[in-house]
């Protein structure tokens, strides 16, 4: 497995994202996930599954202190004080004293973001969170929260695929030290219909699946976190590590495409 390097930590370039995982689904799948040799999970506190993925990891065969735990505030509770309050009840949801990464979910434009951040780099002052990042932020959103954060921004986790690959974005990550943590690596399943990620795949005895994460991965700076169920999947997600994409395949797979992303986004809200 490789890591991105975060502050003082190495974080798993392949994390196990939850979104719409609930109940006894995100519980089997975390520990499944687990169990295979994940060792970084993102969950949020939208998603509704925290005290599942908690339960997860407090039963599986892994130190708590060996798994980088993400989740991410909801956008409502941005004002400081249930900002706050909000990450004491997701601590306890996730059965655990702190979570690895603190991240704001979306940009709020009615939110103060100045004490929203002073709000998150106290509770790194507390122990209670490790890191902070942001979710969903423009790069001028992100330069802002850069500017004005009393602690460093760890990451920004966005949509990024073959389809949407942010260069610009990435770009700005990569000169200010800032992770890339890809959400829909996979574009919700559209890589898997794609004739050249099938082409490559092929050469290198891999899916289209893991060509597109290979692909986002090799990206300096960048971790991605797929979302999968089956056990099949999860080990394919994984099982990307063990070959490299030369400079003209890295440049035809990137191919901006806003039907494509349109697609995407429509799949991600049809499930």
Same mark, same amino acid.
């Given at each position: 497995? =490789? %890591?991105?390097?975060? +502050?003082?930590?190495?974080?798993? *370039?392949?994390? #196990?994202?939850?979104?719409?995982?609930? +109940?006894?689904?995100?519980?089997?799948?975390?520990?499944?996930?687990?169990?295979? +040799?994940?060792?970084?999970?993102?969950? !949020?506190?939208? $998603? =509704?599954?925290?005290?599942?993925?908690?339960? !997860?990891?407090?039963?599986?065969?892994? &130190? @708590?202190?060996? /798994?980088?735990?993400?989740?991410? /505030? @909801?956008?409502?509770? $941005? =004002?400081? +004080?249930?900002?706050?309050?909000?990450?004491?009840?997701?601590?306890?949801? #996730?059965?655990?004293?702190? /979570? &690895?990464?603190?991240?704001? %979910?979306?940009?709020?434009?009615?939110?103060?973001?100045? *004490?929203?951040?002073? *709000?998150?780099a106290d509770l790194v002052d507390d122990g209670a969170v490790s890191h902070v990042g942001v979710s969903n932020f423009s790069r001028r959103q992100l330069e802002k929260a850069i500017a004005r954060s009393p602690v460093p921004i760890a990451t920004n986790q966005v949509q990024f695929h073959p389809f949407k690959p942010q260069r610009e974005l990435l770009r700005f990550c990569q000169d200010n030290d800032v992770m890339l943590t890809a959400y829909s690596p996979l574009a919700h399943g559209a890589v898997l219909d794609d004739d050249l990620l099938w082409a490559i795949g092929r050469q290198y005895d891999k899916t289209p699946a893991q060509v597109a994460l290979r692909w986002a991965t090799q990206h300096r700076g960048v971790c991605a976190v797929p979302k999968s169920q089956s056990r099949e999947h999860l080990a394919q997600n994984l099982d990307v590590f063990d070959f490299a994409l030369d400079a003209d395949e890295m440049e035809r797979i990137a191919r901006p495409s806003g039907l494509k992303t349109a697609e995407t986004m429509l799949r991600g809200m049809l499930g």
């Open positions: 497995m =490789e %890591h991105v390097p975060v +502050g003082d930590d190495d974080v798993p *370039a392949i994390g #196990l994202g939850t979104w719409k995982l609930t +109940g006894q689904t995100a519980y089997g799948t975390l520990k499944t996930a687990l169990s295979l +040799g994940y060792r970084h999970v993102d969950t !949020a506190q939208a $998603y =509704e599954n925290e005290r599942h993925v908690g339960n !997860a990891i407090a039963d599986g065969d892994v &130190d @708590r202190d060996d /798994v980088f735990l993400t989740t991410k /505030v @909801r956008p409502d509770r $941005y =004002e400081p +004080g249930d900002l706050a309050a909000s990450v004491r009840e997701s601590l306890d949801r #996730l059965d655990t004293d702190y /979570v &690895d990464l603190l991240l704001l %979910h979306w940009p709020n434009p009615l939110s103060d973001l100045d *004490a929203t951040l002073r *709000a998150m």
